[in-house]
């Protein structure tokens, strides 16, 4: 599966959440650090579910980039 992850720079950190899995979160001093704990956060986040025996959520969302004059 692919989720989508929104990563927001902040002014000393990093941060990345995953809209399908709420709660589902990472923080990081870079981009490339939190782009590895969101990957771990994620296979955690979906073991506890399975270990709980809750369904996996499906991907519903979507990301994209818009330019604007």
């Known amino acids: 599966m692919r989720y989508s992850v929104v990563y927001e720079h902040g002014d ?3 941060g990345a959440y995953v809209p399908d899995l709420p709660g589902c979160v990472a923080v990081g001093a870079t981009r490339a650090e939190v782009e590895t704990l969101i990957v771990a956060a994620i296979g955690a986040y979906l073991d506890d ?3 709980s025996g809750q369904p996996v959520p499906s991907p519903r969302r979507a ?5 604007v004059a």
């Open 49 to 51: 579910l399975r270990d």
């Open 63 to 67: 990301t994209g980039l818009v330019d």
């Open 12 to 14: 000393t950190s990093w």
